[in-house]
Every structure is written in structure tokens, then in C-alpha cells.
């Protein structure tokens, strides 16, 4: 195999990112602003201080500043993970046959096993420096409560994790995983809250989502002193942390002197996609270069390809702010069969801007079974082996090459690995058996859930 490129690119340490990319200040036209669920007028800071860290706040609202400085005690933390490796995935391109140039961001070298760690440690350490005790949060797959459960210890804060009670069961390592970091772990829907209580009348909502998580972890922050809650995805604080992702990325190919023509990431609720964008997004919205972004998400919860733009609440219990995203309703409730984490029935609202304006030029939905032949050739080709949730990109990055290798096309591909699959065993051990199935919702069942999305007058 010849090899003009090395199979991996680190930065040094050196050159580690020491600012975030706020691509809110680039956006032509800004998202609908979030509004408060009880008066619908745009959130401020002192709306969003009882639940959030005040710092977290104005982030989440700040659309001036192109440049955040990341502190210097994240950075410190960062080192012991970061850079990520870039990686041109010869050993894929070659069992494809493609003319493509395949990389990928490997996002899962931390105990972790994902990008959630480049926020969670942001998160808890403006945390600590409001003087907080705790936090709480919840966690569909595990992944953000591992990472957050790392994050917490490290700034010596308590940690309540409410864990989408399907997951808990489906990853029982996971828990001890956070327990090990010193975190309470709690299956939600759960009778510590009473909005979980309340959902525990009705069977069907046994299983949790992560909308009933957020609920409920939400309830025990704004009811605890020194606490506040936090999110891993959606909302723009994490997008701004995620975006170390892209920078890093960049950099790293104008080490080889490369660009792509394409990025691709899975989309739950956009961050690490989003992350994985930023840099290339810069670029686009000044007008100096055109890749085109696909975001892929699970056809058992297809938010971007068959959601609605509206504005909805990003939990079932209705206690967080609205936001205008493409979602499927908050009520609505993806198939248990899943094994990923991208149940969210929503969208962070700036990437869902970013595709209504056609700067994020494609959605595409893919169904599970395909999504693990994608991993296994990944995993078989490149030793690593990728978390389901990653390898919806993987499975559009492949289906990509291979259409490069009909056309004779060379492109440059970036795609994110945004974590590994080892503590997916459970559902790489059904695909193996051939027990993996999806369920796809009918039109009916999406109906069900878009007909919660709520009805606002005289507000788009
Ligand atoms: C949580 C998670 C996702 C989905 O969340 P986004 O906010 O859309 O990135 C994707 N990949 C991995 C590995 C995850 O842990």
C-alpha cells in the first residue's frame, strides 16, 4: 500500500486548540430565539440561572463573540486526551476498492469512549468556579453520564445521573462505569420526581426516553440547593465545546495539505456533528469554501428527514425552555429495539437552522441492520470498533466510496468517529446472531408524536 499521508496525524500538544469557534456569530440568519415555556417571551440568563451554571447561560445566548478562550483548567484536562488523531482509513478505502480519500476524527480514545468528555469537562468546570456542589443530568446510552461522571470527580462536584431505563438495562457496565467516577445513578423513569412517577402510570412509558430523563433531572436541580443541571447535546453551549472537534480536524489536514469535500457525522442531537463541522462551517458562511455536510440519523427516529421546523419543547415533561428545531414531538417515543443513543425527538435549533438554510446540505436517515454491516466492515478493516451510534456516518461515509468508486471520483471525505463501540457488546452480540431488527414508525406513529408539537399563535 502506497502511502503518501500517514495513516495517523496528531497535533502536538502545543497545538491544542485554545478557543472555541462560536458559529453563531458567523450565522446569516440566526435560530428563532428560545422561549421560556411558562410566558413564551425569548429566555434570558436570569430565566435559565435556576437551572443552568451562569456561565453556561451566557454562553448559550451569546451570538457576538467568534472566539471563546477555553480555560486554562480544561485545556489541562484536555491534554490527557487530546488531540485526537486524525486518521486516513487506507486500510477501509482499500477492502472498498474506492478511489476516495477516507478520513476519520476519532473522537473515543478516553475511558469515556466519546466526544461527550470535551463538554462535560467544560460544563463542570464552570461549574465549580460558581461555587456549586453538584450537578445533575441525564443519559440515554451512558455515554454522557460516563463522561460527565469523569469530569465531576475531577472538580470534586456530586453527580445525579437519571439513565433512560431501557439503556441501564441494555448496558448494565455502563452504571458501574459512573459509579466507579462516584456518580448516583438512577433508572429513569424513576419514583424519585414526580414527573417520573407520573409516567410510571402508564406501562408504555416504562422503557424512559431521554425527554423523561431530562425532566427528571431538571426537577431535582431546581429543587436542590448548589445544583444545577446539564446537558450533553442539543443546546449550544455543547456545540461551542464540541467544536474543539473541527478546529483540531482542520488543522490537522492543512498539516496535509488536504481539505474535504465532504463532512458526515450521526446526528442525535447534533454536537458532535456540529463540532465536527465548526472550522469547515466557518469557512462556508465567509463564502471561501463549499464542503458539503451530511448529518445522519436512525430511520427509528428520523428528526431532519420527516420532523417538523417548529418550535416544541426539548422534554416530555414540558418544564425546559422551546426551541424551534426539527422534531418529531416531544411525546414521541423511538423503538426500544434501538441499540444507539440518538433517540432525542429533536435537533440542536443551530444545526436545524444550518439545514433550513441549506448550509448543511443533506439528512439522511439509515436503518439499523445496514448500520452494523457498515460497522463490521469498519471494525474488520480498521481494528476499531465503533460505537453504533458512529457508524450511521460510517454507513454514509461507505455508501459515499462507494459511489467514488462507480464514478472514478477521488474525494476527500471527513467523517466522525464519535466513539467506540465497547460497551455495545449487547447489540453487536444480537447483529451477530441476526437478532438485530429496526423499527421503522410509520406515518402514523410519527403523526401521533407531531400532533404534541405545540401550537403557538402568532409565534413561527
Ligand atoms: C451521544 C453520542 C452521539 C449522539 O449525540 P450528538 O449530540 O448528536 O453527537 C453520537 N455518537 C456518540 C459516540 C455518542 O456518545
Redesign the pocket.
Known amino acids: 500500500m502506497s502511502q503518501n499521508v500517514p495513516y495517523k496525524t496528531y497535533l502536538t500538544e502545543d497545538e491544542l486548540p485554545t478557543h472555541y469557534y462560536n458559529v453563531r456569530a458567523d450565522m446569516k440568519v440566526g435560530h428563532a430565539p428560545i422561549l421560556h415555556p411558562g410566558t413564551l417571551q425569548p429566555v434570558t440568563v436570569a430565566d435559565m440561572e435556576p437551572i443552568f451554571c451562569t456561565e453556561l447561560a451566557k454562553q448559550e445566548l451569546n451570538t457576538e463573540d467568534r472566539f471563546i478562550e477555553i480555560p486554562e483548567q480544561v485545556r489541562a484536562f484536555y491534554r490527557m486526551y487530546r488531540p485526537s488523531p486524525l486518521v486516513r482509513a487506507y486500510h477501509l478505502e482499500k477492502a472498498l476498492g474506492t478511489p476516495a480519500k477516507l478520513y476519520y476524527k476519532y473522537?473515543?480514545g478516553n475511558t469515556s469512549?466519546?466526544?461527550?468528555l470535551n463538554s462535560a469537562i467544560a460544563q463542570a468546570y464552570y461549574a465549580k468556579e460558581q461555587g456549586l456542589t453538584g450537578l445533575t443530568t441525564e443519559t440515554?446510552?451512558g455515554?454522557?453520564g460516563s463522561a460527565l461522571s469523569m469530569a465531576c470527580v475531577y472538580f470534586d462536584l456530586e453527580l445525579e445521573v437519571y439513565m433512560v431505563r431501557v439503556s441501564s438495562e441494555q448496558k448494565p457496565y455502563r452504571k458501574v462505569l459512573m459509579e466507579t467516577y462516584g456518580a448516583q445513578v438512577i433508572a429513569s423513569p424513576s419514583d424519585t420526581t414526580s414527573i417520573g412517577r407520573t409516567m410510571l402510570e402508564n406501562p408504555e412509558n416504562q422503557g424512559g426516553s431521554l425527554g423523561t430523563a431530562i425532566s427528571e433531572a431538571v426537577e431535582v436541580a431546581v429543587t436542590s440547593e448548589g445544583k444545577r443541571y446539564v446537558l450533553?447535546?442539543?443546546l449550544n453551549q455543547?456545540l461551542l465545546h464540541?467544536s474543539i472537534i473541527g478546529i483540531e480536524a482542520k488543522k490537522a489536514l492543512e498539516k496535509l495539505d488536504e481539505y474535504p469535500d465532504m463532512v458526515i457525522?450521526?446526528?442525535?442531537?447534533?454536537?458532535?456533528?456540529?463540532?465536527l463541522m465548526s472550522a469547515f462551517m466557518e469557512d462556508k458562511l465567509a463564502g471561501r469554501t463549499a464542503p458539503h455536510f451530511i448529518a445522519v440519523e436512525p430511520a427509528s427516529c428520523p428528526s431532519m428527514t420527516r420532523g417538523r421546523f417548529a418550535y416544541d419543547f426539548c422534554d416530555t415533561g414540558q418544564v425546559t425552555p422551546l426551541a424551534k428545531m426539527y422534531t418529531l414531538g416531544h411525546a414521541f417515543m423511538p423503538s426500544p429495539s434501538h441499540a444507539?443513543?440518538?433517540r432525542?425527538h429533536g435537533m440542536?435549533p443551530i444545526l436545524s437552522q444550518l439545514f433550513h438554510d441549506g448550509f448543511i446540505d443533506e439528512a439522511r436517515a439509515v436503518d439499523q441492520v445496514s448500520v452494523f454491516q457498515a460497522a463490521e466492515i469498519f471494525a474488520r478493516a480498521e481494528g476499531t470498533l465503533p460505537?453504533p451510534?458512529?457508524s450511521h456516518a460510517i454507513r454514509a461515509a461507505i455508501d459515499e466510496a462507494l459511489k467514488c468508486k462507480e464514478t472514478g471520483e477521488q474525494k476527500t471525505i471527513l467523517f466522525?468517529l464519535?466513539?467506540?463501540g465497547y460497551f455495545d457488546l449487547a447489540a453487536y452480540q444480537q447483529y451477530n446472531e441476526g437478532t438485530l431488527t429496526d423499527r421503522v414508525p410509520t406515518d402514523e406513529d410519527l403523526e401521533r408524536g407531531l400532533a404534541t408539537i405545540p401550537s403557538l399563535p402568532g409565534i413561527q
Do not use: M, R, T, Y
Open positions: 473522537e473515543g469512549g466519546s466526544h461527550k440515554g446510552a455515554q454522557w450533553g447535546s442539543v455543547v464540541q457525522g450521526c446526528a442525535g442531537g447534533g454536537s458532535n456533528l456540529g463540532g444507539g443513543g440518538l432525542f440542536s460505537a451510534e458512529s466522525g464519535s466513539g467506540n
